[in-house]
C-alpha cells in the first residue's frame, strides 16, 4: 500500500497520543479535558496511530475513518486474530471498528497476458508477459496534450514504459479469455506508486500515492471524457454506452461507488471509510476503502475508474483478491487511490471533463438582430465561450454565475456566421455553429414627431441612424441624405400649410432596413382677438358689440360665441372683425376665433363677462305751483307787488324749465 500525499482534517479531540516503542499507546495518554477511551481522529495523533497499527500487525491492511468519528480497522483475517498491542489498541477505544476483508489487499495489475479493453505494459525484463491494466480517465498533459490516467503500480515503477490497447471482447469484462493488444495507446509521462521516486513511502507523508499518467502517442485515437459500463464490449466499441466525467471530487462515506475496469466491468460498492491509508503490497497509498460483493474487484481492475454519479474519485489501487487454492472468497475489498491527491503529484496532469454545449438563445439560429443588438445563450458555470466568426478573429465571451453569455452583433449588415464552444482549461465542448441575420433597425425621424403640429411651414425632416447608410424619404417629401458618424440626418423641405405623411428607410452593406413613417401637420398659426381683452368684464356701452383681431391675409375666420356660430370673414390687410348681431346680456361669454387656410385650422380663444347696467335715481317730488304758496300766493318777501308783465314772463320761464327737466330724465331712464 502507498499513503497519499493529501492529509485531510479531522474533527475531533485535541490530546496527543503518546506511543511506546514497542508499538502502542502508553498506559496514560490523557490531558486535561480528554477522554483516554477514544482514539484520535484527526491530525498527527491520527496519523501516528495508524503507522503503528499498520507496522505493528502483518494482518492489518488498512486504517481509516468512517466520517461518524470511528477509526476503522481493516484485517485479512478475523478480528480474534488481533494480538498484542492491537488488541490493546482495539479493547481500550470505544470508537474502534474492526472489519475483516478476508484475505490481504494486493495490487491488482495482472502479470501475464490476458487481453481486453483496457491496457497492457509489456515488461521490458520479459517480453513474453505485462502489466495488464484499466484506464482510468482520459486526461491531459501539462502541455494540454492528449494523456489517460491510471495507477501508478501498473508501470513498474516507470520501467514499463510503452502501452498498447487491448481488444475489448477480449477481456474477461467483454467475456473473453485470451486477451490481444490491438493498438498503441502512448508512454508513460508520470509514475509515481508510494513515496516520492516510488519509494515505499513514509508514514504519515501525505504524498504517497499511486498515480500514473501515459502521454498519448497515437494520433488515430480519440479520447473522451467519459468512462464505458461494458455493455458493448462485444462490438469492440465501449464508447457505445458510457458515464460522462463532469467533475472531480471526493468520496462520500455511505455513498455508492462505481468502479469500471477490463476484468469485472462495471461494479459498484458503497464507500466505507474516507482520509485513510493502506499498504498495498508493500507501499502506502492514501485514499478510501469500498466495500461491496465478492469479485466487485479483481486482478486487472487496477488503474480502473472510480467515480460516484459523474464525480471522477479516483483510481482502483488494491483489493483482496480471492486464494483459489485455499478457497477464500475475495474481490469485496477495494482501497481507492485518492485522485486529487496523485493528479497533485503528476505537475499538471488533468482528468478530461465533459463540458455541455452552449446555447444559442436570443435570437435563435436563423433569426435576426438589429446592429449592436444582443446575441445571448446560456452555457456551463465555470466556462469561456470562445466565439469564431467565419470571417475574422475568434473571441472570448464571459459566462456569468447564472451560466448566462452575450456579445454585441457586429457593425455589417447581413448574414452572421459564427461558431460557439465552451472551454474551461483544456477541456472543451461540442461546437454549436449558428447564423443570424444583423439588419438596420427602421432611421428614426425625430423632427417633425408622429402627431405633431409645425406652426406655419416646415424646412427640413431629420433624425437619427446607422452611420454611413443612406436614408431615403418617399411619400409627401422626397429625398436622401447620409447618415453622418454621430448617427444624425437631415433632408431639406419646403412645406406649406397642409397634411403630411412621410416615410423613412436606410440601407447599407447592400441590405435596407424596415421603414419609419411619420404623421404631421403645417397649421397656420393662430389668429389674435384684440377687441376683447381675456377675463375683462365689461357693462354699459362698454358691452362689446363685435369680434375683431388679426391673421394671415386671405385667411377664413369663424367666430363662435359660447359655441354657437356668430359670424364669419375673411382676413383683409391683417385684420378681421365680425359684428354682433344681437346685443349681448349679462353672463359669462367664451369667444372662440378659428382662422383656416387650405383646409387647416388653428384657433385662439378669450373670455370675458357682461354685468348690468346700475339702475337712475327717483325723481324728487312736491315741486311748488307757480303761482306762490298754496291759497296765498308768493310769499312776502318785502318785494313789494309786481307788475301783470313781469309775473307772465317768469310764469313763461318756469313753464320751460319743467320741459327740459322731464325730457332729460326720460332720455336716462331709456
Known sequence: MTRNTK?????????????????????????????????????????ATAQRLLSGDDDIQAVAKDGRGNVVVYTAGDES????????????????????????IEALAANDVVGGAGYVSPDPGDPQKGFFCSIGFAGWSPEGAPAVISAGHCTKDGTANESLLTTPANEPAGGGSKPGAFAPLGTVGYSQYGGPGNSAGAEGDSSSVDISAIDVTNPDLNLKPEITDWTTASTNDLAASTIAVESIGEAQVGASASKSGRTTGLTSGTVDSVEGWAEVSGRWVYGFGVVGDYNMVLSGDSGGAVFQGNTALGVVSGGNDPIPE????????????????GLARTGGYTVALKIDA???????DGGTVGVGGVISGTAEVGTTLKV??????????????AGNWSFPAPDKLGAYSFSLTSVSGYNTSATVDASVQVKAEAPVITSPANGSTIENELTAISGTGLAGATVTLTGDVKGTAKVAADGSWSVETDLSIGQYEVTATQARDGETSAAATVEFTVAPSAPVITGVQDGESYTGAAVPTAISGTG???????????????????VKDGTWSVVLKDALAAGDYAVVATQTVDGVSSSASVRFSVTAAPAPAPSPSGTPAPGGNPGGGLANTGMGDVAPLAWGALALMLGGFGALGYRKVRRATR
Open 7 to 47: 492529509r485531510m482534517g479531522w474533527g475531533g479531540l485535541t490530546a496527543a497520543v503518546a506511543l511506546t516503542a514497542s508499538g502502542l499507546l502508553a498506559p496514560t495518554v490523557a490531558f486535561a479535558g480528554d477522554d483516554p477511551s477514544i482514539a484520535p481522529t484527526a491530525g498527527a495523533d491520527f496519523d
Open 81 to 104: 486474530d488481533l494480538g498484542g498491542a492491537a488488541r490493546s489498541f482495539v479493547d481500550s477505544k470505544s470508537n474502534v471498528i474492526v472489519k475483516s476483508i478476508g484475505s490481504p
Open 326 to 341: 485455499t478457497g477464500t472468497p475475495g474481490g469485496n475489498f477495494m482501497w481507492v487511490a485518492d485522485l486529487q491527491a
Open 358 to 364: 452552449p446555447a444559442l438563445t436570443t435570437p435563435s
Open 388 to 401: 469564431k466568426p467565419s470571417t475574422g478573429d475568434a473571441f472570448d465571451v464571459t459566462v456569468d454565475g
Open 552 to 570: 394671415l391675409t386671405g385667411a377664413d375666420i369663424t367666430v363662435t360665441i359660447n359655441d354657437a356660430k356668430v359670424g364669419e370673414t375673411v
